[in-house]
């Protein structure tokens, strides 16, 4: 699994923001891609980021996560 996550931090700078979603290109899926919320969760308490929203589908599925680079 690719660490989805650590990509978009990666790409951006102090005090930015960004959507972070599954990419068909990349072959995510949305249930594969509910994993990634476990990995933003521990950047979130590493003090790398912070979630500012956490966008789910009708079937409770996660579909997109807002976070801010902190560090």
């Known amino acids: 699994m ?3 996550a650590r990509e978009v ?4 700078r102090v005090g930015n923001s ?3 979603r599954p ?6 899926t ?4 509910q994993s990634v919320h476990d990995e933003v969760k521990q950047m979130a308490e590493e003090g790398l980021i912070a979630i500012s929203t ?3 589908q ?3 599925l996660i579909d ?3 976070i801010q680079r902190l560090s």
């Open 2 to 4: 690719r660490e989805i």
């Open 9 to 12: 931090y990666e790409k951006m």
């Open 18 to 20: 960004a959507w972070i």
């Open 23 to 28: 990419v068909a290109a990349k072959g995510d």
């Open 30 to 33: 949305v249930p594969s891609f």
């Open 54 to 56: 956490v966008k789910r």
């Open 58 to 60: 009708e079937d409770g």
């Open 64 to 66: 997109a996560i807002r």
